[in-house]
């Protein structure tokens, strides 16, 4: 055990897991923030095959395969209550001689049950954007109706931030980069140092508000992963294909978009929109919310602080890497006003595709995902303005200064979120954010050939330390 792993254990104890453990005993029907809640439950201690089979025969009696949805529900019907395992949503309904609510209970593919008003109180992000756990249902013969009457999340809600902050200050920077990436399920030892803050910047959009970003590189280097498994605040759009009512607002439901609804929207291969068509809806509201954080739809005026990254795969061989944007992207998003509005592109073209797992996956412990995810959400809220405003830059557009310092700030967040950070350390990921934003500027340059857009923006820090 190295030991900044035994340190882990020590100051935050059952937030903590054997990350190879859990990973390989996950259950693969569920997101795998709630598969390591799970097994932190039954497997307070040590994960064991004890444990791990109490484990698996609680999901196996308590969660609804597809198959066999009708048969449960005849058993509902029939027992008049149920628990099952499943993630659950609530929507209010205001309108007067109709039920208070409508909950979603999807393995059952039921939409119109209802929820007593204790348990909404007691559980409040049912009505955000849902919550997984174990719920307690009954039928009511005469109403022809299904209620939740109680229930138990599977998902951290209540944190305190600033545990984590303080035990930032027992660890070297070196190790808290490597409990990072231990948690997002990587090895460690298999990466540089540069390579590290490249991973770690996948979690910008996930602490930081309206950040737009894009990553193309290599298939199998985990693009997509984080998003899939560790936060339940994201949500991974396949294909890149979405309607305007799913992801900004539904006219005839009433209902919010995904932008409403989560921290982070990431549309996955997006080098295969290229060549397809894109809703010209979607693509010119994008514009406005990349703009404002704010878009309307049939009268309907939205804000969201919801951050949006594009992933795609690069094809084996050279890369041309001077026009990497230009040969990936559908027109409609080679325009310089909407390249301008990219907070950064990752150059994910560094990472090397992961190919054996018991060399990539991570051997170490790390923080539980349920944990994880919550303390990404919750330092949202932080900012860091005496550290970033410190940087002065030149040459540099209020586009230019805005996204860099969103970077910036990202990091620092993920990294020094004790705000505890050297001028040499601020120095490295100024680098790195500034390198970004001029790729995005001279990419620009190269397809659209606006003078404005070819320039080096350089900085400079103040001499005192924080």
Same mark, same amino acid.
């Given at each position: 055990?190295?030991?900044?792993?035994?340190?882990?254990?020590?100051?935050?104890?059952?937030?903590?897991?054997?990350?190879?453990?859990?990973?390989?005993?996950?259950?693969?029907?569920?997101?795998?923030?709630?598969?390591?809640?799970?097994?932190?439950?039954?497997?307070?201690?040590?994960?064991?095959? =004890?444990?791990?089979?109490?484990? $698996?025969?609680?999901?196996?009696? /308590?969660?609804?395969?597809?198959?066999?949805?009708?048969?449960?529900?005849?058993?509902?019907?029939?027992?008049?209550?149920?628990?099952?395992? &499943?993630?659950?949503?609530?929507?209010?309904?205001?309108?007067?001689?109709?039920? &208070?609510? #409508?909950?979603?209970?999807?393995?059952?593919?039921?939409? &119109?049950?209802?929820?007593?008003?204790?348990?909404?109180?007691? /559980?409040?992000?049912?009505?955000?954007?849902?919550?997984?756990?174990?719920?307690?249902?009954?039928?009511?013969?005469?109403?022809?109706?299904?209620?939740? $009457?109680?229930?138990?999340?599977?998902?951290? !809600? =209540?944190?305190?931030?600033?545990?984590?902050?303080?035990?930032?200050?027992?660890?070297?920077?070196?190790?808290?980069?490597?409990?990072?990436?231990?948690?997002?399920?990587? $090895?460690?030892?298999?990466?540089?140092?540069?390579?590290?803050?490249?991973?770690?910047?996948?979690?910008?959009?996930?602490?930081?508000?309206?950040?737009?970003?894009?990553?193309?590189?290599?298939?199998?280097?985990?693009?997509?992963?984080?998003?899939?498994?560790?936060?339940?605040?994201? #949500?991974?759009?396949?294909?890149?294909?979405?309607?305007?009512?799913?992801?900004?607002?539904?006219?005839?439901?009433?209902?919010?978009?995904?932008?409403?609804?989560?921290?982070?929207?990431?549309?996955?291969?997006?080098?295969?929109?290229?060549?397809?068509?894109? =809703?010209?809806?979607?693509?010119?509201?994008?514009?406005?919310?990349?703009?404002?954080?704010?878009?309307?739809?049939?009268?309907?005026?939205?804000?969201?602080?919801?951050?949006?990254?594009?992933?795609?795969?690069?094809?084996?061989?050279?890369?041309?890497?001077?026009?990497?944007?230009?040969?990936?992207?559908?027109?409609?998003?080679? /325009?310089?006003?909407?390249?301008?509005?990219?907070?950064?592109?990752?150059?994910?073209?560094?990472?090397?595709?992961?190919?054996?797992?018991?060399?990539?996956?991570?051997?170490?412990?790390?923080?539980?995902? =349920?944990?994880?995810?919550?303390?990404?959400?919750?330092?949202? #809220?932080?900012?860091?303005?005496?550290?970033?405003?410190?940087?002065?830059?030149?040459?540099? !557009?209020?586009?230019?200064?805005?996204?860099?310092?969103?970077?910036?700030?990202?990091?620092?967040?993920?990294?020094?979120? $004790?705000?505890?950070?050297?001028?040499?350390?601020?120095?490295?990921?100024?680098?790195?954010?500034?390198?970004?934003?001029?790729?995005?500027? /001279?990419?620009?340059?190269?397809?659209?050939?606006?003078?404005?857009?070819?320039?080096?923006?350089?900085?400079?820090?103040?001499?005192?330390?924080?």
């Amino acid at each position: 055990m190295e030991i900044w792993e035994k340190k882990l254990k020590e100051h935050f104890g059952s937030a903590v897991v054997d990350k190879k453990k859990a990973m390989e005993n996950q259950v693969q029907s569920l997101p795998r923030y709630v598969s390591e809640y799970l097994l932190g439950f039954f497997c307070e201690e040590e994960i064991t095959s =004890d444990s791990t089979r109490e484990m $698996n025969n609680y999901i196996k009696e /308590h969660r609804i395969e597809g198959r066999e949805k009708e048969v449960a529900k005849h058993r509902l019907r029939e027992n008049l209550n149920m628990k099952i395992i &499943d993630k659950f949503k609530v929507k209010i309904n205001l309108k007067k001689n109709q039920p &208070d609510n #409508r909950m979603e209970v999807p393995s059952l593919g039921i939409n &119109d049950a209802e929820v007593y008003r204790n348990v909404l109180n007691e /559980h409040p992000r049912l009505l955000i954007d849902g919550l997984w756990g174990m719920g307690e249902l009954e039928y009511h013969n005469e109403e022809g109706k299904v209620y939740l $009457n109680k229930f138990k999340p599977f998902q951290l !809600s =209540d944190i305190d931030t600033e545990e984590f902050i303080e035990a930032r200050n027992e660890f070297s920077t070196d190790e808290w980069m490597n409990i990072m990436i231990s948690s997002m399920g990587l $090895n460690f030892l298999n990466y540089t140092r540069r390579q590290k803050i490249v991973l770690i910047s996948r979690l910008i959009p996930m602490v930081e508000n309206n950040v737009f970003m894009m990553e193309f590189g290599r298939p199998g280097t985990g693009k997509t992963y984080a998003y899939e498994n560790i936060s339940s605040y994201s #949500r991974v759009i396949s294909g890149s294909q979405i309607s305007p009512a799913q992801l900004f607002y539904n006219l005839q439901t009433k209902q919010d978009g995904l932008l409403v609804q989560y921290d982070v929207l990431l549309f996955d291969e997006i080098d295969k929109v290229k060549d397809k068509g894109l =809703d010209e809806v979607v693509v010119n509201k994008l514009y406005s919310y990349l703009e404002s954080g704010k878009f309307d739809r049939g009268g309907v005026e939205k804000a969201s602080d919801c951050g949006l990254i594009m992933v795609g795969n690069l094809t084996p061989g050279p890369l041309d890497i001077d026009y990497l944007l230009d040969n990936l992207l559908h027109d409609k998003l080679k /325009h310089s006003a909407f390249l301008d509005r990219l907070t950064a592109v990752i150059p994910g073209w560094e990472l090397e595709s992961i190919k054996d797992p018991e060399i990539s996956i991570t051997k170490n412990f790390g923080f539980a995902a =349920d944990y994880f995810s919550e303390i990404l959400h919750k330092i949202r #809220r932080e900012n860091y303005p005496y550290i970033t405003k410190r940087v002065k830059y030149t040459d540099s !557009s209020i586009r230019d200064t805005k996204s860099i310092e969103k970077v910036l700030n990202g990091l620092i967040k993920i990294i020094y979120p $004790n705000g505890k950070i050297n001028n040499d350390e601020l120095k490295e990921l100024c680098d790195y954010a500034v390198e970004l934003r001029n790729y995005i500027n /001279h990419q620009n340059f190269k397809i659209n050939g606006d003078e404005k857009f070819k320039k080096e923006i350089r900085y400079e820090i103040k001499e005192e330390e924080i």
